[in-house]
């Protein structure tokens, strides 16, 4: 069975700084990676996925992750962050049946 | 466009009676799920369905049911026997078959006890 776990429950940042949300998995087969974002009352949309290939995987609104097989991570990041990008993420991962397992999500707080 | 929409918005049920939260989409996926959130634990799966007239259990399935008659519908009813529904719910789908496309959620319901 494959899991995900995120390293960090919340995530304080000021605003135009860099940022990164930490994601680790274990499966024992090759999966595929995600990170969504939600914010407050709203559901999850995707921010970006790793499928195969190139191991950088740029998303919407400026955030990109690394995927890195030998340490079995996705990390999340961002250069410069906004108020706006104040939410939660999480990360999950997916087997070729189509279901998820999703982490419990980190909280970033964008403050100005 | 194509999505899931989840209704209503915002839901208050009184101790002991039963309540039912919509989901439908029109994405022509297969598989669909229900999850409960509550703050600081992530999502929790409730029920899935990756087939019409079929569904299993998911880790908290305890005090809720569903449905799924209709490819496009997947209801869920929060029993009376449900002792602290209080939480935000939210529907997702996906394709059987590949997980290379992710899920698709709903816009959640966010349901009380009064």
């Known amino acids: 069975a494959q899991s995900v776990t995120q390293l960090d429950s919340q995530v304080p940042v000021f605003e135009e700084a860099p940022v990164e949300l930490r994601c680790n998995y274990s499966s024992s087969v090759s999966v595929y990676l995600f990170w969504y974002v939600q914010y407050p009352n709203q559901g999850l949309q995707l921010l970006l996925k790793?499928?195969?290939?190139?191991?950088l995987v740029k998303g919407i609104n400026g955030f990109e992750a690394e995927f890195n097989k030998s340490q079995t991570s996705f990390h999340l990041r961002k250069p410069s962050v906004h108020i706006s990008d104040t939410a939660e993420y999480f990360c999950a991962v997916s087997l070729d049946a189509g279901k998820s397992t999703f982490g419990d999500g980190t909280t970033l707080t964008v403050k100005p | 466009d194509g999505g899931i929409t989840q209704s209503p918005k915002y839901l208050f049920r009184k101790e002991g009676q039963n309540v039912t939260l919509s989901c439908e989409q029109n994405?022509?996926?297969?598989?669909m799920y229900w999850y409960r959130q509550d703050p600081g634990q992530g999502l929790r799966l409730i029920y899935y369905?990756?087939?019409?007239?079929?569904?299993q259990k998911g880790d908290i399935a305890e005090g809720y049911s569903v449905s799924r008659e209709k490819k496009e519908s997947f209801p869920l009813t929060v029993t009376s026997a449900q002792k602290n529904p209080t939480a935000f719910y939210l529907c997702?789908?996906?394709?059987?078959?590949?997980?290379?496309?992710?899920?698709?959620f709903g816009s959640g319901t966010r349901l009380t006890v009064v």
């Open positions: 997702a789908s996906s394709i059987v078959g590949t997980g290379k496309y992710g899920y698709t």
């Open positions: 369905s990756q087939i019409v007239n079929d569904f």
């Open positions: 790793y499928l195969s290939g190139s191991t």
């Open positions: 994405l022509n996926h297969d598989a």
